[in-house]
């Protein structure tokens, strides 16, 4: 009797805490450049580029990790 994700057929279901990852590295991504463009046009002064460069700089740092502990994965499965 086959279980989990043998019924299914996936050969690596994706875990819950890997997609809320992409997800947040993705929205960190989007808002912090929608924020970045948006202070360069207003020209309001450096108030709004300092959280929007964090917000890349965050973004960049999870989807850094997510690709590390993919490549890290596929090196143990081999």
Not at 6 to 23: D, K, S, V
Request: glycine fraction near 12%; charged fraction near 30%; proline fraction near 4%.
């Amino acid at each position: 009797m086959k279980r989990g994700d043998e019924e299914t057929g996936q050969r690596n279901p994706q875990r819950f805490g890997r997609a809320a990852l992409r997800t947040l590295a993705g929205l960190c991504l989007g808002f912090g450049m929608y924020e970045m463009i948006h202070g360069l046009k207003s020209e309001e002064g450096t108030l709004l580029p300092v959280p929007a460069s964090i917000m890349l700089c965050g973004g960049i740092l999870l989807l850094r990790h997510d690709l590390r502990t993919r490549k890290t994965e596929e090196k143990e499965n081999r």
